[in-house]
């Protein structure tokens, strides 16, 4: 008896195709049952060389499938395609070797269930960019969170949990924000031109991102929004972009850089080392700064919450300490910014959607007061509004586990060790899953919406666990902070279209222009 069974016969009187909410009461009791007769019909679960997917070549698998010449299927920037291709090709589970590293892709939302149901408290992942994890092992740094498993990844897990993970925790931050998010209000009203637009908007909103990471890491203003920004703040934003362009390139090519130092290799190096080098100035000038006025008797309470809060776990060393601030420094140029473009574009797209938005954004700001936690709450549309965005125009198409048990996925025996690729992204507008799965509609992830229908595990654009990403709090508090603010201040317009490209992660595939119509009220 299966969960969608139990789930009939519990809940309703005719079949459901998804798991709901409602569901969550017996999602323990099916999974316990489904266990039982995997167990009790294990004769017919087939063996793990039967899986099925694209053959290859000996050792570079199907890497030719993804360069140019005659084997070529795939461009690497519509990576997404190839994902689809596979998908419909071999089914809802398909077994891929690319350069050496063969992984098993699961694209059905129950597997990707029956994958984080079976997690303990410390499950072991595929690092997001395995060249920044040998960038560190080479320079001698600590790895991160994201680049460590077992004892190692719960240590630092367990000293940044209480600040990192808490939203309240996070809302601390929020002062700092707000500071950054009204001056580029005030930069977006000065730099628009005559009809309201601005080019090439992402370059704006990364300085945006990076001027706002700078203040809750370092409490300090880097300059980003000036009129001339220092040439180090745009090259600090060119390498964290040619990171994940070379990485890209890095991943789909024989990986003759582990054992010599190829071109690209050194190209890393050469953008790391830019990055890291200048990130780890602001770290230890304002280690400086607050060694000094700690001496002087003039550290005042709250300031410097988050490197004091790291500083103070005597289980983190300075490198990682440095590793950690630098991560939440960064990440946010390849995580957050597109996440907020594709959110701009959709609501820009949709009059009606922007509209009700901009209601609620009015209603809830009315007292005009600074925005707290609460503020952010209530905004419930919004959120909705961020989160159909990342189902149409998502940042990441797959989360990467490596199995510490051996379990049965899309009915195939797929032992410990293996690489899992989970990637519903494939079903994101199905309409086996979501209503009118073309149109945007942030009303199916409100309470009195679809959302009840929709499968738990289809849409986890921050991952799921004990490894859901620790930014996310602070990346969320930063996209609806900037958001709210513009909706209250303008109209925003986008003509043409816009799609994604992939660079480890989805970003615009060109660049963007929005128009910013000043309201009148």
Same mark, same amino acid.
């Given at each position: 008896?299966?969960?969608?069974?139990?789930?009939?016969?519990?809940?309703?009187?005719?079949?459901?195709?998804?798991?709901?909410?409602?569901?969550?009461?017996?999602?323990?009791?099916?999974?316990?049952?489904?266990?039982?007769?995997?167990?009790?019909?294990?004769?017919?679960?087939?063996?793990?060389?039967?899986?099925?997917?694209?053959?290859?070549?000996?050792?570079?698998?199907?890497?030719?499938?993804?360069?140019?010449?005659?084997?070529?299927?795939?461009?690497?920037?519509?990576?997404?395609?190839?994902?689809?291709?596979?998908?419909?090709?071999?089914?809802?589970?398909?077994?891929?070797?690319?350069?050496?590293?063969?992984?098993?892709?699961?694209?059905?939302?129950?597997?990707?269930?029956?994958?984080?149901?079976?997690?303990?408290?410390?499950?072991?992942?595929?690092?997001?960019?395995?060249?920044?994890?040998?960038?560190?092992?080479?320079?001698?740094?600590?790895?991160?969170?994201?680049?460590?498993?077992?004892?190692?990844?719960?240590?630092?897990?367990?000293?940044?949990?209480?600040?990192?993970?808490?939203?309240?925790?996070?809302?601390?931050?929020?002062?700092?924000?707000?500071?950054?998010?009204?001056?580029?209000?005030?930069?977006?009203?000065?730099?628009?031109?005559?009809?309201?637009?601005?080019?090439?908007?992402?370059?704006?909103?990364?300085?945006?991102?990076?001027?706002?990471?700078?203040?809750?890491?370092?409490?300090?203003?880097?300059?980003?929004?000036?009129?001339?920004?220092?040439?180090?703040?745009?090259?600090?934003?060119?390498?964290?972009?040619?990171?994940?362009?070379?990485?890209?390139?890095?991943?789909?090519?024989?990986?003759?850089?582990?054992?010599?130092?190829?071109?690209?290799?050194?190209?890393?190096?050469?953008?790391?080392?830019?990055?890291?080098?200048?990130?780890?100035?602001?770290?230890?000038?304002?280690?400086?700064?607050?060694?000094?006025?700690?001496?002087?008797?003039?550290?005042?309470?709250?300031?410097?919450?988050?490197?004091?809060?790291?500083?103070?776990?005597?289980?983190?060393?300075?490198?990682?300490?440095?590793?950690?601030?630098?991560?939440?420094? $960064?990440?946010? *140029?390849?995580?957050?910014?597109?996440?907020?473009?594709? +959110?701009? /574009?959709?609501?820009? %797209?949709? #009059? =009606?959607?922007?509209?009700?938005?901009?209601?609620?954004?009015?209603?809830?700001?009315?007292?005009?007061?600074?925005?707290?936690?609460?503020?952010?709450?209530?905004?419930?549309?919004?959120?909705?509004?961020?989160?159909?965005?990342?189902?149409?125009?998502?940042?990441?198409?797959?989360?990467?586990?490596?199995?510490?048990?051996?379990?049965?996925? $899309?009915?195939? *025996?797929?032992?410990?060790?293996?690489?899992?690729?989970? +990637?519903? /992204?494939?079903?994101? %507008?199905? #309409? =086996?899953?979501?209503?009118?799965?073309?149109?945007?509609?942030?009303?199916?992830?409100?309470?009195?919406?679809?959302?009840?229908?929709?499968?738990?595990?289809?849409?986890?654009?921050?991952?799921?666990?004990?490894?859901?990403?620790?930014?996310?709090?602070?990346?969320?508090?930063?996209?609806?902070?900037?958001?709210?603010?513009?909706?209250?201040?303008?109209?925003?317009?986008?003509?043409?279209?816009?799609?994604?490209?992939?660079?480890?992660?989805?970003?615009?595939?060109? #660049?963007?222009?929005?128009?910013?119509?000043?309201?009148?009220?």
């Amino acid at each position: 008896m299966g969960l969608k069974t139990l789930c009939y016969q519990a809940h309703f009187k005719k079949p459901v195709k998804y798991i709901t909410r409602y569901c969550q009461r017996c999602m323990s009791v099916a999974f316990a049952e489904e266990s039982r007769t995997n167990t009790s019909t294990s004769q017919k679960i087939k063996p793990f060389k039967d899986i099925p997917g694209p053959k290859g070549l000996p050792f570079l698998g199907t890497i030719l499938h993804y360069r140019n010449g005659p084997f070529r299927k795939f461009t690497v920037d519509r990576y997404q395609d190839a994902l689809i291709s596979r998908y419909k090709e071999y089914g809802p589970i398909v077994k891929e070797n690319i350069a050496g590293v063969t992984s098993v892709r699961v694209f059905d939302p129950d597997d990707v269930r029956t994958v984080f149901l079976n997690e303990d408290k410390q499950p072991h992942v595929a690092p997001l960019l395995d060249t920044t994890k040998q960038y560190r092992e080479q320079r001698d740094l600590s790895p991160g969170l994201g680049n460590t498993n077992g004892e190692e990844w719960y240590r630092l897990r367990s000293a940044v949990q209480q600040m990192m993970m808490r939203p309240k925790a996070v809302t601390v931050y929020l002062p700092l924000v707000e500071e950054v998010v009204d001056d580029f209000i005030q930069r977006i009203k000065k730099i628009r031109n005559s009809k309201g637009e601005i080019e090439n908007f992402r370059q704006e909103a990364a300085k945006w991102n990076l001027e706002s990471s700078g203040m809750t890491c370092f409490e300090t203003r880097l300059g980003c929004l000036e009129d001339t920004p220092s040439s180090h703040i745009q090259r600090m934003i060119s390498s964290n972009n040619a990171i994940f362009e070379l990485s890209t390139k890095i991943n789909f090519s024989v990986p003759f850089h582990k054992v010599l130092t190829t071109r690209l290799w050194q190209s890393l190096l050469d953008e790391e080392d830019y990055f890291f080098r200048n990130g780890q100035k602001l770290v230890d000038d304002t280690v400086g700064r607050i060694d000094h006025l700690r001496e002087e008797g003039r550290l005042g309470e709250g300031k410097y919450n988050f490197l004091l809060y790291l500083l103070s776990r005597k289980e983190l060393s300075f490198k990682d300490v440095s590793i950690i601030t630098l991560s939440l420094f $960064g990440d946010g *140029l390849n995580t957050t910014v597109p996440t907020l473009i594709f +959110a701009m /574009y959709c609501i820009a %797209k949709n #009059p =009606e959607v922007q509209h009700k938005a901009y209601e609620e954004v009015r209603d809830v700001l009315k007292d005009g007061g600074p925005i707290t936690g609460e503020h952010i709450n209530r905004m419930t549309y919004l959120k909705a509004c961020v989160k159909e965005s990342q189902r149409i125009l998502p940042i990441g198409l797959e989360i990467k586990r490596i199995l510490k048990k051996d379990l049965v996925l $899309g009915g195939y *025996l797929v032992p410990a060790g293996t690489i899992v690729e989970l +990637a519903p /992204y494939v079903h994101y %507008k199905s #309409p =086996e899953y979501f209503v009118d799965p073309d149109r945007f509609v942030p009303e199916r992830w409100l309470r009195d919406g679809s959302a009840l229908n929709i499968h738990p595990y289809l849409l986890t654009p921050f991952g799921h666990g004990p490894r859901m990403c620790a930014g996310r709090r602070f990346a969320e508090q930063e996209l609806y902070v900037l958001l709210s603010k513009m909706l209250k201040n303008f109209e925003l317009g986008y003509d043409g279209d816009l799609d994604m490209k992939f660079q480890v992660l989805m970003v615009p595939d060109r #660049p963007t222009t929005f128009t910013f119509k000043e309201r009148s009220s």
